[in-house]
């Protein structure tokens, strides 16, 4: 079972609620951010700290997205489960997800 949120924090105390046991610490993230540079440009990823990763994408660190500085964070997903985490991050990285992103996020 996984729990996934669009553009906000994961609520932990519904997850309780529903029987799902997980701390901030376990949270597994997909990540879509936005180039300022050119608004048409997006980079889909996968994070334990969406802080950390935006930032290292916007030092440069990362050789795909250094040409599109600066970048903002356009939406995220947040999973309990990390294998599941990284099936939706492959799923937005195929054809099929990147027409689910343009429909539904983008």
Known sequence: ???FTIGRRLPAVGLAEEGIRVSLADVHYVYVIESLSDPRRHYVGFTHNLKARL???NAGQNKS???GRPWVLASYFAFANEQKAIAFEKYLKSGSGRTFLK???L
């Open 103 to 105: 429909r539904h996020l």
């Open 65 to 67: 997205t250094v040409a």
């Open 1 to 3: 079972m996984c729990a």
């Open 55 to 57: 930032a290292y994408h």
